[in-house]
């Protein structure tokens, strides 16, 4: 029904469907990322992408990814896209041989709970780099 894929965020027709994804789901609660850093995958119903996600070198933890971005369509969620993104995130860790994987959350109980049904835990970061109520995840993929 659903299927993941990695992308090209330097091809312009990704981009502009990344782009399209991030404005659907973000609206204008989030910038833009930069979509030619990192890696990037798409989820896709049918042959419509319904869903993203990236990761891209962590600042904050060393030997890390960051998990800077996910986004669902509405009429999507429910059908666990975002923890296979994080799946497929996860596998390229392990392949590149990153330590963990870190991210934040900040007022999304729903993605809150999807870092901890996928085996991410609260952590502290040494240096914060969110909003004084944000909730920062780390996952040890070793």
Request: hydrophobic residues 40%; charged residues 25%; proline residues 4%.
């Amino acid at each position: 029904m659903y299927r993941i894929r990695i992308v090209d965020a330097d091809d312009d027709e990704s981009a502009e469907v990344l782009g399209e994804l991030h404005r659907l789901t973000f609206f204008d609660g989030a910038s833009l990322p930069q979509f030619e850093i990192g890696a990037w995958w798409l989820a896709y119903h049918n042959d419509e992408a319904v869903a993203f996600a990236g990761v891209v070198p962590s600042t904050h933890a060393r030997n890390s990814a960051y998990f800077c971005r996910v986004g669902v369509l509405q009429r999507h969620w429910g059908r666990g896209l975002q923890r296979r993104l994080m799946r497929a995130i996860e596998a390229r860790g392990r392949r590149r041989g990153w330590e963990s994987i870190v991210s934040d959350t900040t007022d999304n109980p729903v993605s809150a709970n999807n870092f901890i049904q996928a085996g991410y835990r609260l952590y502290e970061p040494e240096m914060p780099w969110a909003w004084s109520h944000t909730l920062y995840w780390r996952k040890w993929l070793r």
